[in-house]
């Protein structure tokens, strides 16, 4: 037993030190932008699975045809991911466009106030630890480079995030997940010769089995635990459908005895 943890000890250092090369380093830092998209997608899948299963289940509630739960379904489908998708590009844009604003603040301080900048450099970098020689080095190198110099006061004085996502790809991945999660659900009515019982049973089987997969790739992504981070999915995933499904279901009771 003892054998076995240190061979995987030895395993994960030697994983770690790999991954902490030089090359790998440089690589890692590169990619990590991309995921800033992940974030949008797994919003998108989530949503999409969600609004469309409570479109299925209040459908089935209602006593509709499969036909006319197929139509309800997609004509959702289309428009909450396109809505979804223009707000996430409306948000997206919008923080870029205050980070741009900032920048225009800065630069303008740095031409007019070039001094008080660098005392503000000089206290930021002061307060993390740095002193004497080594501090001024920092403030010189940083205040030589007009970019870097603005992309610090970005950074370390207003927190803001200096490249941040592109809209159109953060729109385009939260509405190519939200219809492709979001299909799911409807999958089982577009099968032929199921009673609506036997497809609606299908389609929560296929929308909690969605919910576990887009945690599952979550968590591989972010090389986490696939299973913890699917569970964790799976059941806010399958609590907010579980919710639209009862609110649905009194909705229609109310109104189908008034």
Same mark, same amino acid.
């Given at each position: 037993?003892?054998?076995? %943890?240190?061979e995987? $000890?030895?395993?994960? %250092?030697?994983?770690?030190?790999?991954?902490?090369? !030089? #090359?790998?380093?440089? %690589?890692?830092?590169?990619?990590r932008?991309?995921?800033?998209y992940?974030?949008?997608?797994?919003l998108?899948?989530?949503?999409?699975?969600?609004?469309?299963?409570?479109?299925?289940?209040g459908?089935?509630?209602?006593?509709?045809?499969?036909?006319?739960?197929?139509v309800?379904?997609?004509?959702?489908?289309?428009?909450?991911?396109?809505?979804?998708?223009?707000?996430?590009?409306?948000?997206? @844009?919008s923080?870029?466009?205050?980070?741009?604003?900032?920048?225009?603040s800065?630069?303008?301080?740095?031409?007019?106030?070039p001094?008080?900048?660098r005392? #503000?450099?000089?206290?930021?970098?002061?307060? @993390?630890?740095?002193?004497?020689?080594?501090?001024?080095? &920092?403030?010189?190198?940083?205040?030589?480079?007009? %970019?870097l110099w603005?992309?610090t006061?970005? *950074?370390?004085?207003?927190?803001?995030?200096?490249?941040? !996502?592109?809209?159109?790809?953060?729109?385009? *991945?939260?509405?190519?997940?939200?219809?492709?999660?979001? &299909?799911i659900?409807?999958? !089982?009515f577009l099968?032929?010769?199921?009673?609506? =019982? &036997?497809?609606?049973?299908?389609?929560?089987?296929?929308?909690?089995?969605?919910?576990?997969?887009?945690?599952?790739? @979550?968590?591989?992504?972010? =090389?986490?635990?696939a299973?913890?981070?699917?569970l964790?999915?799976?059941?806010? $995933?399958?609590?907010?459908?579980?919710?639209?499904?009862?609110?649905g279901a009194?909705l229609?009771?109310?109104?189908?005895? *008034?």
């Open positions: 037993m003892a054998e076995n %943890r240190s995987r $000890g030895a395993g994960r %250092r030697e994983r770690l030190e790999a991954e902490h090369q !030089p #090359e790998a380093v440089r %690589r890692r830092l590169l990619e932008r991309g995921q800033g992940l974030g949008d997608a797994i998108g899948g989530i949503d999409g699975c969600v609004t469309t299963f409570a479109v299925v289940a459908a089935v509630g209602a006593g509709f045809s499969g036909l006319v739960i197929v309800l379904g997609f004509a959702n489908l289309l428009a909450d991911g396109f809505s979804m998708a223009i707000s996430n590009y409306q948000g997206t @844009k923080q870029l466009e205050r980070v741009e604003e900032a920048r225009l800065e630069e303008r301080q740095i031409e007019e106030i001094s008080g900048e005392e #503000e450099v000089r206290q930021i970098f002061a307060a @993390k630890g740095f002193s004497g020689e080594t501090l001024e080095r &920092i403030v010189e190198v940083i205040t030589n480079d007009h %970019r603005v992309d006061m970005l *950074a370390e004085e207003l927190g803001l995030e200096v490249e941040g !996502p592109n809209p159109y790809r953060a729109a385009i *991945a939260t509405f190519v997940a939200f219809l492709v999660v979001g &299909i659900p409807l999958v !089982p099968l032929p010769d199921l009673l609506t =019982s &036997i497809r609606f049973l299908a389609s929560a089987v296929a929308t909690a089995v969605a919910f576990f997969g887009v945690g599952a790739a @979550k968590g591989l992504i972010l =090389s986490r635990s299973l913890r981070s699917g964790g999915t799976l059941l806010t $995933g399958g609590t907010a459908a579980a919710i639209a499904f009862v609110v009194l229609q009771e109310a109104f189908g005895t *008034a």
